[in-house]
């Protein structure tokens, strides 16, 4: 069964650490992975998205990579800000053609 | 402004009662998708749409149903089949299957 998990649910951190958040997939022969992110009560805003021939891709203070023959992909955020403060969802496509999501993990930064 | 637009906001169905949620987009994408989200879950795919009038099941497709008449339009049905309606709907849209899908704000579903 084709599943992704993000480990932990939740992480704390003070206000200007560098954190990396982590996304694990079961099945290697993915078509592409996608890094969203979800205030309260709101949609999901697409971050980052990385082919399957890519290893990684930035966008400002945000740095995804992709290890298929691991089956992982983490998400570096650097010099934190509180407006940082968010779940982040992981989503992979398979050849079946549809997202499948990861449980998320909420992200506090502390001032 | 292009966007994906979900109304309403907050939306209360009574025991035995139809209730459709809307989603409209002016992105000119021809992929539309539904998606339920539970406190603690993930995303989870209702139905989705590649082309207009052509659509198909999800994952948790049962007491849903959806229609695809017009390329911006793709409403969701919460029908009285639904037992355990109450959830976040959020609906999406892309240009194709693969690429990067854009989120409304979402409907939340209650129930009375």
């Known amino acids: 069964k084709q599943e992704v998990t993000q480990i932990p649910a939740a992480l704390s951190v003070p206000e200007g650490e560098n954190l990396v958040l982590n996304c694990s997939f079961t099945?290697?022969?993915?078509?592409?992975l996608q890094w969203f992110r979800q205030d309260p009560g709101k949609g999901l805003t697409s971050l980052l998205l990385?082919?399957?021939?890519?290893r990684e891709q930035t966008s400002g203070r945000l740095n995804a990579s992709l290890d298929k023959s691991s089956g992982r992909s983490t998400l570096y955020i650097a010099a934190s800000q509180p407006g940082d403060s968010a779940t982040y969802l992981c989503a992979v496509t398979w050849g079946a053609q549809k997202l499948v999501f990861g449980q998320g993990t909420r992200l506090t930064i502390n001032p | 402004d292009g966007g994906i637009t979900q109304s309403p906001k907050y939306l209360f169905r009574k025991e035995g009662q139809n209730v459709t949620l809307s989603c409209e987009q002016n992105l000119n994408h021809d992929a539309m998708y539904w998606y339920r989200q539970d406190p603690g879950q993930g995303l989870r795919l209702i139905y989705y749409s590649q082309i207009v009038n052509d659509f198909q099941k999800g994952d948790i497709a049962e007491g849903y149903s959806v229609s695809r008449e017009k390329k911006e339009s793709f409403p969701l049905t919460v029908t009285s089949a639904q037992k355990n309606p109450t959830a976040f709907y959020l609906c999406?849209?892309?240009?194709?299957?693969?690429?990067?899908?854009?989120f409304g704000p979402g409907t939340r579903l209650l129930v009375l």
């Open positions: 099945d290697s022969a993915i078509y592409n």
């Open positions: 999406a849209s892309s240009t194709g299957q693969k690429e990067t899908q854009y």
């Open positions: 990385i082919q399957s021939s890519q």
